[in-house]
């Protein structure tokens, strides 16, 4: 019988969960972190990412929706390694939003 064939990506809600900085302190250290501001869902980036949408993430990237963390973020979350984020992988990034304390 012929084997069927795995997917070869999991659909992107089924990798959308909660990480502690701590874990994703180092994919901001290798440049691949990127922060996902209100009103834009991480789902959301993380689908036009996956999809190659330049448009719609230059025009994100340009408002700040989505930017790379700022040096005050940094900061503040190495003070507090086990704050959790809401968190998805689009390899060779990493998407996330702070979740409220």
């Given at each position: 019988m012929p084997e069927s064939k795995k997917p070869e990506t999991e659909p992107l809600e089924s990798t959308l969960g909660h990480a502690e900085w701590s874990i994703l302190r180092p994919h901001s250290q290798r440049g691949a972190l990127f922060v996902v501001s209100p009103p834009l869902s991480v789902l959301e980036a993380a689908r036009a990412v996956a999809q190659d949408d330049t448009a719609r993430v230059s025009k994100w990237l340009s408002s700040g929706r989505?930017?790379?963390p700022s040096l005050e973020q940094l900061q503040a979350w190495d003070a507090t390694p086990s704050r959790t984020f809401e968190s998805i992988v689009v390899a060779p990034y990493v998407?996330?939003?702070e979740?409220?304390?």
């Open positions: 989505l930017a790379r998407l996330m939003r979740l409220d304390s």
